[in-house]
């Protein structure tokens, strides 16, 4: 059973130039391990909190010191020398210690370092690679490798609200490995490239998870693009490459209404809008197609896109036990983003993901705007035989540090990568 020896912490800056957590955990067996935390932009309001400064001298009031100082005096202090039968119990002993309800005393940011640095040495005692310690963690045995959801165009908070909604992104349906979806999303991105270079005079800059940030006219454009690109790549839009959309539509909420390209849309007008985007075009997956309060209307989003693609909910569920049985009880979604620091520890996390699953609810394992060479993600959406990942563009080392951890992992096991929905 593992005991900690030491625990610490350092700041260290994540892909946009922030302040993080990295946490670092000795055992008393002699293993050790360090994790580095993510971190968003378009944050639900539901999400566990994130402890920065608040020094506007020193990066905005962003810096990490006082988290990672909570990691080496209080945390330290209270956990080392204590051994722990699991996670779950490493877990609720972060969370107590902290003892509120949104780790608002001692950081998110600082409790889920620490929860993560401890699974990783953990797995390093027992001589397990992090994916198969996770799929322990929650009993499951490994079957597949998720789907990759690639970001092609950026928008919204992403990308300077050029365009309202966040995310274009491609999904490889057709490919068997990770290898092969790769090779296909190279070809979209390159074609991509081209295009927006041609219908917009763009250059191939990136936005904050890598993707392309032309100045679409608008989501059409957005979309009709994404499709070219797939065909001027050699691929068939719907059959080898779908497309999915974060919408991230609680960013352009304003007073119970949706501010999308210049109109300002009711919701019914909303769920019309994206109806019709879903029958157009190739989308398999709908992201907070709504706002995380506008409760009342996700139920009929949901029926509105039954049939064609997932509602999948981020903002609206924040990886939250008691939003996603909510949300369950109210038909509101299918699907869960799962993003481990909205609720702050893995366990937590966890359940989640297991109410998720009980109710027949397919999982989508993100990943964060601001992000490190950290590659834990793809760990877990394995170890937890996530359907989807969703990590950002195959371009910037902080996203290809969770493709190219993949690529060891598929080596490593011969996984196939799951074939849902085409089955
Ligand atoms: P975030 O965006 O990490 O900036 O919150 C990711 C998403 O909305 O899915
Ligand atoms: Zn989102």
């Known amino acids: 059973m593992p005991t900690i020896r030491a625990l610490s912490a350092l700041e260290i800056l994540d892909s946009r130039g922030r302040p993080t957590v990295k946490a670092y955990c000795e055992l008393e067996g002699g293993a050790r391990a360090t994790a580095s935390v993510p971190s968003g932009a378009s944050t639900g309001r539901a999400e566990a909190y994130e402890l920065r400064d608040n020094d506007p001298a020193r990066y905005g009031g962003l810096g990490?010191?006082?988290?990672?100082?909570?990691?080496?005096?209080?945390?330290?202090?209270?956990?080392?020398?204590?051994?722990?039968?699991?996670?779950?119990?490493?877990?609720?002993?972060?969370?107590?210690?902290?003892?509120?309800a949104n780790k608002s005393r001692l950081g998110a940011n600082a409790l889920l370092a620490v929860s993560i640095a401890f699974a990783r040495a953990h797995a390093a005692e027992l001589e397990l690679p992090l994916y198969r310690h996770f799929a322990d963690l929650v009993g499951?045995?490994?079957?597949?490798?998720?789907?990759?959801?690639?970001?092609?165009?950026?928008?919204?908070?992403?990308?300077?609200?050029?365009?309202?909604?966040?995310?274009?992104?491609?999904?490889?349906?057709?490919?068997?490995?990770v290898d092969e979806g790769l090779a296909a999303a190279y070809a979209v991105y390159q074609a991509a490239v081209g295009l927006s270079a041609e219908r917009y005079h763009a250059r191939a800059l990136t936005a904050d998870e890598g993707g392309l940030a032309p100045p679409f006219e608008g989501v059409e454009a957005m979309l009709e693009?994404?499709?070219?690109?797939?065909?001027?790549?050699?691929?068939?839009?719907?059959?080898?490459?779908a497309l999915a959309v974060d919408v991230a539509s609680s960013h352009f909420y304003r007073a119970g209404r949706y501010?999308?390209?210049?109109?300002?849309?009711?919701?019914?007008?909303?769920?019309?809008?994206?109806?019709?985007w879903v029958a157009r075009y190739p989308i398999i997956s709908v992201e907070d197609g709504l706002a995380e309060d506008d409760w009342a209307h996700w139920p009929t989003l949901r029926d509105?896109?039954?049939e064609d693609a997932l509602t999948l909910g981020d903002d609206l569920l924040c990886t939250n036990p008691e939003?996603?049985?909510?949300?369950?009880?109210?038909?509101?979604?299918?699907?869960?983003?799962?993003?481990?620091?909205?609720?702050?520890?893995?366990?937590?996390?966890?359940?989640?993901?297991a109410l998720a699953r009980d109710a027949g609810w397919r999982v989508t394992v993100s990943?964060?705007?601001?992000?490190?060479?950290?590659?834990?993600?793809?760990d877990l959406a394995v170890g937890w035989g996530g359907d989807q990942i969703k990590v950002g563009s195959i371009t910037r080392s902080e996203r290809l540090a969770?493709?190219?951890?993949?690529?060891?992992?598929?080596?490593?096991?011969?996984l196939p990568v799951t074939t849902w929905p085409n089955d």
């Open 64 to 100: 990490c010191r006082r988290a990672v100082a909570n990691v080496k005096t209080e945390i330290a202090e209270a956990l080392t020398g204590r051994t722990f039968t699991d996670q779950r119990e490493l877990d609720a002993a972060l969370a107590a210690l902290d003892g509120t």
């Open 140 to 177: 499951r045995p490994l079957r597949t490798l998720p789907r990759l959801t690639i970001n092609l165009f950026s928008g919204g908070k992403h990308a300077g609200g050029q365009v309202a909604i966040q995310d274009v992104l491609i999904v490889p349906v057709a490919a068997r490995t």
């Open 225 to 241: 693009t994404a499709v070219a690109a797939i065909e001027r790549g050699g691929l068939a839009p719907g059959r080898d490459i």
């Open 259 to 276: 501010e999308l390209d210049g109109a300002e849309l009711s919701a019914e007008q909303m769920i019309a809008r994206i109806a019709q």
């Open 304 to 306: 509105a896109l039954t």
């Open 323 to 353: 939003r996603i049985e909510r949300a369950v009880a109210a038909r509101a979604a299918d699907a869960l983003l799962l993003k481990v620091n909205q609720i702050g520890t893995l366990s937590e996390a966890a359940r989640s993901y």
């Open 367 to 378: 990943a964060r705007s601001g992000e490190t060479e950290d590659h834990w993600l793809a």
């Open 402 to 414: 969770k493709y190219n951890r993949l690529l060891e992992i598929e080596h490593e096991t011969g």
